[in-house]
C-alpha cells in the first residue's frame, strides 16, 4: 500500500498563485506515475497533470501554461505550481499514484 498526503490548498484571488504538495510512504518503490487530479462541485473528478519518474508530464488543456508538475523521486514528493489562478479551477484536488492511490485532498478556491 501506499498512503499519500497533500498539502498547500487554500484561498487565493484570480490571479494568483498556489503550490500544492503530496509526499508518499509505504510502498513507494511501485510507484511510476504520479500526479494530480481536481474535483468541482457537481462534476466528475478530471485529470490534471500526471508525471512518470522519468519526468515525463501530462497536462490538461485546460491548466497548460499555467500549472507545472514537479517531482522529487529521492523524497517521494510530487508538487503542483498553480500560477494564474482563475475561479473555475476552484476544487478538491486529489494526489494520484499508480495503481488507484489516492489523497485525502485538498480544497482549492478561488475567489473572482
Known amino acids: 500500500q501506499v498512503q499519500l498526503v497533500e498539502s498547500g490548498g487554500g484561498l487565493v484571488q484570480a490571479g494568483g498563485s498556489l503550490r500544492l504538495s503530496c509526499a508518499a510512504s509505504?510502498?513507494?518503490?511501485?510507484?511510476?506515475?504520479m500526479g494530480w487530479y481536481r474535483q468541482a462541485p457537481g462534476k466528475q473528478r478530471e485529470l490534471v497533470a500526471t508525471i512518470t519518474n522519468g519526468g515525463n508530464s501530462n497536462y490538461a488543456d485546460s491548466v497548460k501554461g499555467r500549472f507545472t508538475i514537479s517531482r522529487d523521486n529521492a523524497k517521494n514528493t510530487v508538487y503542483l505550481l498553480m500560477n494564474s489562478l482563475k475561479p473555475e479551477d476552484t476544487a478538491v484536488y486529489y494526489c494520484?499514484?499508480?495503481?488507484?492511490?489516492w489523497g485525502q485532498g485538498t480544497q482549492v478556491t478561488v475567489s473572482s
Open positions: 509505504g510502498r513507494t518503490f511501485t510507484i511510476n506515475t
Open positions: 494520484y499514484a499508480n495503481y488507484g492511490n
